[in-house]
């Protein structure tokens, strides 16, 4: 695994940027965690900083590393691969822990729902895209919030083999967890082909 995926926030160059493995806490380094400097970055070439469409990027770290107990890989979906509404999934980042908040400093997790394209579509109108994806609940209360960018949003597989996919990556919302409005993830299925290819590459 040398290309963990993040969204764009504000991109400079590859020498900005830090990756750390295995990190819990902000403020404090553990012996456990490990840091790799990036040594290239690809930004998706239809990105939209507006509409927040194609909201994907790669990072090409210094040199390959093998999942360990504390930072292990989620797989990638296929383009054809199918995720139900309803279907329960886990999001997680070291953002505010309430909308105008402030950032938490302990890695956070919080499960929300799989909502249909429909339901996202209701919730946001023509700023929602195919390559976007909404979960979360219509009554609000679980939700990314700011900070939280770049995140992923990860689902385990309902059959035997019970494997973790990534299905999102946190891009945008109003707000963070406000009633009738979901967060909305870059849908990576929309994405598989333009990652593997850069991958191979």
């Keep these: 695994l040398s290309l963990p995926l993040s969204l764009p926030p504000s991109f400079f ?6 990756v750390y493995l295995g990190k819990l806490l902000l403020g404090r380094s553990a ?3 490990e840091a790799l400097r990036v ?3 690809l930004l998706h070439h239809y990105y939209d900083a507006e509409t927040h469409d194609y909201d994907l990027a790669l990072l ?13 890989p ?5 383009p054809a691969h199918l995720y139900e509404p309803g ?3 886990w999001v997680t980042g070291w953002g505010t822990l309430r909308e105008g908040g402030r950032a938490s400093d302990k890695l956070q997790k919080v499960d929300v729902r799989l909502v249909s394209q429909e339901a996202c579509v209701r919730s946001y109108g023509y700023m929602v895209t195919p390559r976007m ?9 679980k939700d990314a919030c700011q900070g939280d960018s770049g995140g992923p949003l990860v689902c385990q597989e309902q059959s035997q083999s019970a494997r973790w996919f990534l299905a999102g990556v946190v891009s945008w919302g109003r707000g963070c967890a406000r009633p009738d409005y979901y967060g909305v993830y870059t849908r990576i299925t929309k994405f598989t082909s333009w990652i593997t290819e850069h991958i191979n590459s």
Excluded: F, I, N, Q
């Design 13 to 18: 160059s590859a020498s900005m940027w830090t």
């Design 31 to 33: 012996p456990a965690e």
């Design 39 to 41: 040594s290239r970055l």
């Design 60 to 72: 090409r770290l210094e040199r390959p590393v093998a999942p360990s107990t504390l930072a292990r």
């Design 74 to 78: 989620a797989c990638l979906p296929s």
């Design 87 to 89: 279907l329960l999934c």
């Design 133 to 141: 994806l909404c979960a979360g609940y219509r009554s609000g209360g």
